[in-house]
């Protein structure tokens, strides 16, 4: 069984992404901290990186990394932006706030 079959989880660019809203917010990062203990972040490897390869090309969008990783585990993306993610061939996407 593969680790995203196993519960909640997170690739390391929406970690990297948390973080930096922090940062740049100034903000106390300690609770989102909190959070990455409960749910595993996964580490973008070879897989993602082949799969982003060959997704459709939009400049200069993290969110082409995010889909391509989560192609690569057969994960089920969950956002609330969705719109960024619909030209994505065989990405399946939930949104939990709609």
């Known amino acids: 069984m593969r680790a995203h079959e196993r519960g909640l989880v997170t ?6 992404e948390v ?6 917010g100034g903000g106390d990062s300690g609770p989102a901290l909190e ?10 490897d070879q897989q993602a990186a082949a799969q982003y ?4 090309f939009r400049r200069g969008r993290l969110d082409r990394l995010i889909a391509a990783h989560s192609l690569s585990i057969g994960a089920v993306l969950v956002t609330n932006n969705v719109a960024d993610f619909t030209d994505v061939p065989g990405l399946k996407i939930e949104n939990w706030l709609a």
């Open 35 to 44: 959070l990455f203990e409960f749910v595993k972040v996964l580490p973008y």
């Open 11 to 16: 690739s390391s660019i929406c970690f990297g």
């Open 53 to 56: 390869a060959r997704l459709p």
């Open 19 to 24: 973080l930096l809203g922090f940062e740049r």
